[in-house]
Nanobody, 122 residues
Framework: QVQLVESGGGLVQAGDSLRLSCAAS?????????MGWFRQAPGKEREFVAQ????????FYADSVKERFTISRDNAKNTVYLQMNSLKPEDTAVYYC??????????????WGQGTQVTVSS
């Protein structure tokens, strides 16, 4: 069984920063998996945010978060992070961690966390 547990969400003001964490457990060691982050705002479809290759060799970001968000991983802690800087109200969403996939389509990923809420006030 694979478990991904996100944490670190909360209510912040525009311009603030947050760091989300995604702790993996069970039959998954992130060192062997591509990892990603998606988000879903109320009334909208889940959208791609960022992804990182299993070996950390390449990362890819949605245009809307490029140069503000950074995905990283700590294989020793079996944890993936999403550092979010210069947050905007339009970043408000539930953020989901994903594993074992690649690409911007949520259907391309095999494992998902339960999500953590990020709310950015103006």
């Amino acid at each position: 069984q694979v478990q991904l547990v996100e944490s670190g969400g909360g209510l912040v003001q525009a311009g603030d920063s947050l760091r989300l964490s995604c702790a993996a457990s069970g039959r998954i060691f992130i060192s062997g998996y591509n990892m990603g982050w998606f988000r879903q705002a109320p009334g909208k479809e889940r959208e791609f945010v960022a992804q990182m290759r299993w070996n950390g060799g390449s990362t890819f970001y949605a245009d809307s978060v490029k140069e503000r968000f950074t995905i990283s991983r700590d294989n020793a802690k079996n944890t993936v992070y999403l550092q979010m800087n210069s947050l905007k109200p339009e970043d408000t969403a539930v953020y989901y961690c994903a594993a074992a996939g690649w690409g911007t389509m949520s259907s391309a990923w095999s494992y998902w966390g339960q999500g953590t809420q990020v709310t950015v006030s103006s």
